[in-house]
């Protein structure tokens, strides 16, 4: 049982670059989440899906857009690449009304 | 006014005490209470989760949740140097939140043998 699943682990980008970040999940979770986390602020929401072809802005949504076409998997896109977005990302999925959320073990992307 | 405030430590504690670990909160219609233990370069891991007011104990572990002063404790008995590390508590519910969990920035946790 792999739960949820990021990939890739590490990157490294020149600024403007364009990259994806890919989640999947396999336990039949509505609900999907991309994080960002960054030292001292904490895990900030970026986007959200509560259902397949559904997503929904986070706290700092700006830079990013997401896509949920398969109900396991949750995709986060960077078009064009900046130095703020050096972070560690992390996805998490759930079920509805506030199960608890499990998550991946996280994609380190450091951006020249 | 942040929705979650949570001393980032670092606190360091022998093998053996008894840690406590708090936030505060912001929002009254918050109702779900989870804290998530996080070691170096790993994705947080679900440790407690309660609803509502009250304590819910799991071995040495013991959540506290005061929703009339808005405050969420965690307490750690016979603290292990496997304890060792990042604590965030993480409230929601309520309104359209929508399955959303505001995280605390975390405590980093060391205990020493």
């Known amino acids: 049982n792999a739960g949820v699943t990021q990939t890739p682990k590490f990157r490294v980008l020149k600024t403007g670059q364009s990259m994806t970040l890919l989640c999947a999940q396999d336990?039949?979770?509505?609900?999907m989440y991309w994080y960002r986390q960054d030292p001292g602020m904490g895990l900030r929401l970026i986007h959200y899906?509560?259902?397949?072809?559904?997503?929904a802005k986070g706290e700092v949504p700006d830079g990013y857009n997401v896509s949920r076409l398969k109900k396991q998997n949750f995709l986060l896109g960077l078009e064009s690449a900046a130095p703020s977005q050096t972070s560690v990302y992390f996805c998490a999925s759930s079920y509805p009304n506030y199960q608890p959320q499990h998550f991946g073990d996280g994609t380190r992307l450091s951006i020249l | 006014q942040k929705e979650v405030e949570q001393d980032p430590g670092p606190l360091s504690v022998p093998e053996g005490a008894i840690v406590s670990l708090n936030c505060t909160y912001s929002n009254s219609a918050f109702q779900y209470f989870m804290w998530y233990r996080q070691y170096s370069r790993k994705g947080p891991e679900l440790l407690m989760y309660t609803y509502s007011s009250g304590n819910k104990e799991d071995g040495r572990f013991t959540a506290q949740v005061d929703k009339s002063s808005k405050y969420i404790s965690l307490f750690i008995r016979d603290s292990q140097p496997s304890d060792s590390a990042t604590y965030l508590c993480?409230?929601?519910?309520?309104?359209?939140?929508?399955?959303?969990?505001?995280f605390g920035r975390g405590t980093q946790l060391t205990v020493w043998p």
């Open positions: 899906s509560v259902g397949e072809g559904t997503t």
């Open positions: 336990m039949n979770h509505e609900y």
């Open positions: 993480a409230p929601g519910g309520g309104g359209s939140t929508l399955g959303r969990l505001y």
